[in-house]
């Protein structure tokens, strides 16, 4: 049968699918995320979808389109004029030919799972942002000479001892009208106690701001009330960037080639943003004509080259020697200055970079985690597109970068997928059988053979279990290669020839095929991990201690990244297991702080400067640290930690020391 | 011969006009200024107006229009479409039906007259915006670590002592570019040495700021070197809100009727300043495709109304009991928000008002003569379309406002016209052949009997010469009447029966019309004096003073006010004619004064708030006062300095005292 070329965006997934197969159809079987809410029965509209190539609407629009089936009724019925051109409904559309096809987040099945509940802070809350209910009394005209503004002023003076303060101008325009609609009763928010960023009618208590961790794959958003310092919601999209490279490099490359590389660039993300901030606003003010203005604080954090695209800074000066910065220092923006739509008399705080391509991000899982609060040596791991490396303790800490590639957030992985329902998050392998069972997002039970789960691929938390089950149960050896005569039909050769294992068998999952974990995806694992390895290590080095005495574990996964897994892999050198946490997104946790707690913006500035940084992929030792660390868990290094787990569980591998 | 209506805007001029004459003739017949370059040769093209009423372009465009001749080729080739619709060329099209013109500024025929030199101002200079230049060490891999951010700052605190600085959003955007562009040698611009508002490559020297007076009638701007203290260029406009009303009360009462009434009338000022700012830097930076962003800083002043105006604050609540300003403080506000076209990044400093109609622009007066700061008791009075006084001494200062009206801005009076080139300025009248010499804006020498001066109306200045003249050559009386019966064919009954007086001839003018002073002129004349010198009257009771011991005259006339005539008309109480100042637009040098030195800034915040604002217009006395201040010099006070005064000149005139 004929096969035409499929590619979607923005993840990127490509594949050939056969003729007369729907766009719904094509994107489940590569794991690409589109909305299905009616079953393909073309009537929720949900799986709206935009054809960047091979759309002749011109040529073809009545009488069928040359690369897909003519537009139906149904899709008709459902495409209006504001969806803009070219959108079709995936679960509708055929594919004739090859096409480009561009998956609108709105039409993305998953939302990313990000714990609902977030983390709880131990901090003392003292936001930037704070509401004062004033009262004033009506004006006479013996008092006539002084202003609407002047008797605010007064009242936070006497009342609150609040001096020195300024108005934001936007706010001064809405003043007369805003106190005589609350007959002289009103809520004025500050910012840093300084300046009058809104003036609501009457007495308003509650206070939004967001913390924002943009990712090179992944962006989310949580929004706070600052009079509790609770997360009220948590929203996330895919970064509207990766259409333009999936890593950092490929868009400083972008922004470097094209003239509006960076302009469309920064476009994107701020727009990205603005549909969390939307998304995260709209179920508490739904009835707001602009539900954003109710966010009066965003604190922002990313890695540098993120930092500098979303600023619309050149970063083209960061991707070449001597790699400066344009700014490293916290920045406080008008919000109506960056393009983001909330409160636009708010600031937005971008939280400072330490150097290089150790970003804002970074400094937000330093402010989180604190380790030069800690007498104990601390290693933490910051997993994302990059990962991100601090050690040290009170006196001194170190920080570099290790390019992990995308791995670990599902990409370059043949059924990777975000931390979204469908997702396989954990996973456990019997040694003796070989035979799985994982536990799959968005259900709460792990799975029972050939039952009907709807799995769709597999997330990072999942993908890191896998590696560390599979070497458990001597699917593959130390040196990642799938072990050869293996008596289970769950390894197999794919159509070039090479293993791979069968996770999730076609009829449990919605794809409609076996999720499997190629030789591939070991690969691209072992990288990723002996990346992280040789960061830790050659930090070690520098600071000259052998061993360390806590490992932090942080990312932005669906859940908590497995330590046992991760320490069975050698992703960081041998450390007992109950000297290792998992804490989630600490670089989100960091923006949260410095969005309740001030003070922690002052410190992240000052720590980011404290903190050393140390370029390790220049160091002569690199190559062949990076060689050994490849290995699982290491091909060197004795593991007497991992070697105990190993003999924990009922694993039938035998590891070194 | 039939005739019809001609209406010209923003002027407010009228009149009816024979039917056939060109629009420029009307114009001219009814001293409205007209830009005519080429002599009405429909060569220059600089005579373009739009008809906002009459115009049935749809039906005639080639058959002819109903109220004007059809469009001619000469006109086809001079209008773009980038004029608007709805434009003619006044050289060319006829009337034939009732009209409504309005007379863009850039059609008309003057700039307004003012000092050049602009009085040399003493104080000491320290602006709110000065330049540094840097000169940075180029980065290395050693240095990597920092920021280009941070090592301008760096710079700026070791070699200038300046620190805890902030960058403006959009400067840091340049940044990176800049710094490379000047190796490494840039000029950074600050604003109160806190934050950088400009990068620029290389050294810089110069440094520009604006000062603007928004008069109720006129805007000037003086374009000043920072650097120096010179003013470098002085532009004027009318102020574009005139055709929204006069007046102020009929501005804010357009405001209140309009639901986009103050949105229009804010962005009519803002555009206005907008043609200031260009005019009056285009010369210096002709070749900069945005030659405002020169312009590093900005102040103005303006009456309580236009203040609200301008900032887009409604200005209904100063306009109704009890008379609250929405701010008083002085603002410093981003130049970008405001949508004035200087550099964006600098800041606009309003500087505050006092209260009810003693605006900023009385601030500025107040600054810039300092009574605050005199043994004396000074009276300070400033002539605009409102008149504002202020009397005190160190001790205290008291101010009042005053409903002078247009007069002496050249409004409501038969051939008032701006201080533009045409104006009589000045005035002599002999006592017993009643033969007047005057002098015109643009030519050096006073005319001469019959020449052909091209006199074109009368300005401030030379109305109130004109106005005491006539008093002391005795064509007036005390009561302000013409008196009956005086032998010269100078004085004659207009077409109302009216008596007027002819003080040039048709030959004399380019209106083709004789220039006459009439009943009505002097009626709005003496209304004027009598405001103010009720106000000055009710200021001394408050304070309890018989006398002042000197008196300042101010105001945006084209050359000073005469003080002998303010004086022989009786506009303030008797005072030693030495003791007379007259200074000019004092409320412009006190913007000027705030940008030049920023103590300035603070004075006028703190003497803003010491002046006693006193109310005259409740006061009982007013009316009886008021009566009295009609007469000319006055009905019953005492004038002995101005009995010296007429008998030191060959006056036939006898008052009392």
């Known amino acids: 049968m004929k096969k035409h070329m499929v590619i979607f965006q923005p993840s990127g997934r490509r594949g050939d699918v056969e003729e007369g197969k729907t766009l719904l159809e094509a994107a489940q079987s590569l794991g690409v995320d589109i909305e299905g809410l009616c079953g393909r029965k073309k009537v929720c509209g949900k799986c709206k979808v935009r054809i960047e ?14 690369h897909l089936s003519a537009l139906s009724e149904d899709e008709k019925k459902h495409i209006k004029p504001e969806d803009g051109p070219q959108i079709r409904l995936a679960c509708t559309a055929e594919i004739y030919g090859d096409v480009k096809v561009f998956v609108p987040e709105r039409s993305r099945a998953g939302k990313q799972v990000v714990r609902k509940a977030a983390k709880e802070l131990s901090i003392a809350l003292d936001p930037a942002v704070k509401k004062y209910n004033i009262d004033l009394v009506p004006p006479t005209l013996e008092d006539m000479t002084t202003g609407d503004y002047e008797r605010v002023l007064k009242f936070l003076e006497d009342d609150y001892g609040l001096k020195d303060l300024t108005f934001d101008y936007l706010v001064l325009k809405d003043l007369q009208d805003v106190l005589r609609k609350g007959n002289w009763k009103a ?15 009457g007495f308003v208590e509650t206070c939004y701001g967001l913390a924002v961790d943009v990712g090179t794959t992944t962006c989310v958003g949580y929004l706070s009330d600052l009079t509790t310092g609770r997360v009220v919601n948590t929203e996330s999209i895919m970064n509207p960037q990766v259409p333009y490279g999936e890593d950092v490099m490929s868009r400083i490359t972008y922004a470097m080639t094209n003239p509006d590389g960076l302009e469309k660039m920064q476009k994107a993300i701020i727009e990205g943003i603005n549909e969390i901030i939307i998304r995260s606003i709209s ?103 990059n990962g991100e490396l601090l050690l040290g303790n009170r006196d001194k800490v170190c920080s570099t970068s290790c390019a992990t590639g995308p791995a670990f957030e599902g990409a370059q992985i043949k059924f990777g997928m975000r931390a979204a329902p469908g997702a396989i998050e954990k996973v456990q392998i019997d040694p003796f059988t070989k035979e799985p069972v994982y536990k799959v997002i968005g259900k709460a039970d792990w799975h029972t053979h050939l039952e009907k789960v709807n799995a769709k691929g597999i997330c990072g938390s999942g993908i890191i279990e896998v590696a560390a089950e599979m070497f458990k149960a001597g699917i593959i050896d130390k040196s990642g290669r799938f072990v050869k005569d293996i008596k289970t039909q769950r390894v197999r050769k794919d159509s070039d020839g090479k293993p791979e294992y069968v996770l999730a068998w076609a009829e449990e999952t919605s794809i409609g095929a076996d999720i499997t974990i190629t030789q591939g995806d070991i690969r691209a694992i072992q990288l990723a991990k002996a990346a992280i390895h040789t960061g830790a290590k050659l930090l070690m080095k520098r600071l000259g201690i052998k061993k360390v005495e806590r490992v932090i574990l942080a990312g932005a996964f669906g859940s908590h990244i497995d330590r046992e897994s991760s320490m069975i892999l050698g992703m960081f050198p041998d450390c007992p297991i109950e000297s290792v946490y998992a ?75």
């Not at 190539?53 to 040359?66: C, I, R, T």
Request: hydrophobic fraction near 40%; charged fraction near 30%; avoid cysteine.
């Open 283 to 385: 179920d508490i003010k739904n009835d707001d004509p602009k539900p954003g203005f109710a966010i009066d604080d965003l604190t922002i954090v990313f890695n540098t080259a993120m930092h500098h695209i979303f600023l619309g800074l050149n970063p083209i000066y960061i991707g070449r020697s001597p790699f400066i910065p344009a700014v490293q220092n916290s920045l406080d923006i008008k919000a109506r200055d960056t393009g983001l739509k909330i409160n636009p008399s708010a600031y937005i705080h971008v939280l400072p970079l330490e150097a290089g391509f150790v970003g804002a991000d970074n400094v937000g899982v330093l402010i989180a985690e604190e380790p030069y609060n800690q007498d104990e040596m601390v290693l933490v791991i910051d997993i994302g597109t």
């Open 583 to 657: 804490v989630g997104n600490a670089a989100g946790d960091g923006a949260r702080m410095a969005l309740l707690n001030r003070a922690k913006r002052v410190e992240a500035n000052e720590r980011a400067r404290w903190v050393e940084f140390i370029e390790i992929a220049t160091d002569p030792k690199f190559e062949r640290e990076f060689m050994q660390a490849m290995h699982i868990p290491h091909m060197k290094d004795e593991f007497p930690n991992v070697k105990k787990l190993l003999e924990k569980s009922e694993s039938t591998v035998e590891i070194k020391g």
């Open 187 to 201: 809520t004025v928010t500050l910012w840093m106690d300084r300046e009058i960023i809104k003036v609501e009618p």
């Open 53 to 66: 190539e091979g759309y002749f609407e011109k040529d073809n629009l009545d009488s069928g389109m040359k």
